[in-house]
Structure formats: C-alpha cells, structure tokens
C-alpha cells in the first residue's frame, strides 16, 4: 500500500469526496471525527457508508477516521463502515497497542459479519494525540498485523495539556512537540511501520509545504497527511525519489553486488557501507525495483 499521500476529506461531505477522488491521492481518509460537527455525526456514518458501496474503480485506499473510545461513538463508526470496499481506519487520540488490539478484535467480529478474509481492515494510528499515549509510544512494536503506519498530531495534545500554543514564533513546533514528532517517527521505525509526518495547516503556502515535506522525508517520514486538494501533487512529489537518488541508489546497489566480500566501497570518491546499502534498496523498493 502506497502511503505518501493521505488526504482527509470530512465525511459530511459528498461534494468534497466527489472533489478528492480524481486528485491522486494514495489514501482518501473520510473523517467521522472532529472535521463533523456533533449535530451531523449520524449524518456523516451514513453518507461514508454509502460512499463505500461505489464499486467504480479507485486509485486510492480508502480509509475512515473513526471517533475516539472516550465518545461512545466508536463500535457505532465501526460497525457501519466495516464492508466491503473499506481499506483501513484511522484511530484518533489512540492511547497505546492495548487500543489497537481492541479494535483488532472488533473488526475480526465485523469482517465476519460482513463476509471479509479477517484481517483486511488495515490500521493507521494517531499516536501522540493524549498525554498518556506519549509514554505509549514504545508499545507498538512488535507490530500489531493491522498496524501499516503511525502519524502524530500536535493539535489536540496542546489542547489536553493546557498549552496557550505549539509553535514559536518562526513558525517551527516548539521542543513538547518536536518530543512528540520525533517520538512518533522512532515508534514507527521500531514496529517497522510507515512514519508518516502531520499536516500542514496553511494549506495556501506551497513553498512553506514544500520546505517542511523536504525537511521530513529527510529525517525518515515517508508521507504525510493532507488537508487540501491543492496538498497532494507537492506531498506525493517530496515522498518519491528523485531520478537522481534512483540512479545513485543503482550505483550503490550494483557497486555492492559486483563486490559481495566488501563491507566498505569508495564510489566516486565517496564512502559507501552498510547503511548506504541499506538505504539504496529502500530507495529502490519504493519504485518496485
Ligand atoms: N477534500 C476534498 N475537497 C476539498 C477539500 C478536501 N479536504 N478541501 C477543499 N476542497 C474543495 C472545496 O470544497 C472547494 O471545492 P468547490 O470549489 O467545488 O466548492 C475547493 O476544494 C477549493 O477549496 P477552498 O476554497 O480552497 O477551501 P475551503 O475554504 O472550501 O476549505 C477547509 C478549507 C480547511 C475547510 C477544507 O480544505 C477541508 O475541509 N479540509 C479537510 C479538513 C479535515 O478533514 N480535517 C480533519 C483532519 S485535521
Ligand atoms: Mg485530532
């Protein structure tokens, strides 16, 4: 499953999904959380269902963000949304793998209702959202067989600890919330999950999305969340290597194969060992070579 682009789409709104399918995103996630007014909650679950059941092909997984256990309103989310055509959940405000492994057991009952192969609901958690979870983060590995990614969230982790902000006046998160950035990539890297940056709220400021997608796909996300139509083309272009990384990562990967005894090789005045090996074939992986 691609996952470089993650565009959020308020599950309220036909108009909007209709929008969001043709875009190129790798994951529409149609959200029953907090882009739903409480009023139209109901009306929400409903309309996502109904999406669900369009059997036209797609270029996207779909996923739902369910609301969070402390709603009530979970087991209600679930069951409407577990069908076929359903590709994965994201769990809000998750507070460790304890959560996870409830969900798991709750969508093998409804995959069976449904008549899907147990285990095709696949999982992408938002694992920084309570304080508590901050000290749950070492808890996803080893790796619930759901679990395909983590992502983190500075928002509603202010908001829980009684912040006044998360970011200085630059604009750049300030030290509580890199904790939580940081902590949700090495969580992700050690279940060996897909890191997956937050959004970026000004979704008209191209070059500052740009600069951040850059500076994450650096420090070892491999897609991040969008909020915008206008998101997806920077976010997918950031996330997939460039035809100058490919054709280094084959340099390496060959230089490597044509000396299978060496540890270390220099390559055009440069030295290459095991971790550049390493990360030449992840490169090489993400374009299925
Ligand atoms: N998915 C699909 N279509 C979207 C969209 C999204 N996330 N965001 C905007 N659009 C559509 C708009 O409906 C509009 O289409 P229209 O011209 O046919 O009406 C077009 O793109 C341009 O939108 P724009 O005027 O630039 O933005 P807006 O003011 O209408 O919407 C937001 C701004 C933030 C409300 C909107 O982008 C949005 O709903 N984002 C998702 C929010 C969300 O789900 N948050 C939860 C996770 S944090
Ligand atoms: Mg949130």
Redesign the pocket.
Known sequence: MKLRSL????GDSE???A??RGIGADVLIL?LE??VAPSRKDEARATVATLLDDTAPRDFAFFVRVNPFDTGLTLADMAAVVKPGLDGLLIPKANGAHDIAQIGHYLDALEQKAGMAIGTVRLMVVATETPAAMFALGSYAPVHPRLVGLTWGAEDLAAAIGATGNKGDDGSWTFPYQVARAQCLFAAASAGVAPLDT?YAD?RDDAGLERSCRDARRDGFVGRIA????QVATINRCFSPSDAEIAEARLIVDAFAAQPDAGTLGIGGKMYDIPHLKAARRTLATVGE
């Open positions: 565009l959020f789409v308020p108009r909007k999904f929008k969001a959200d907090d882009a959004l979704f909020i915008h139509p206008d």
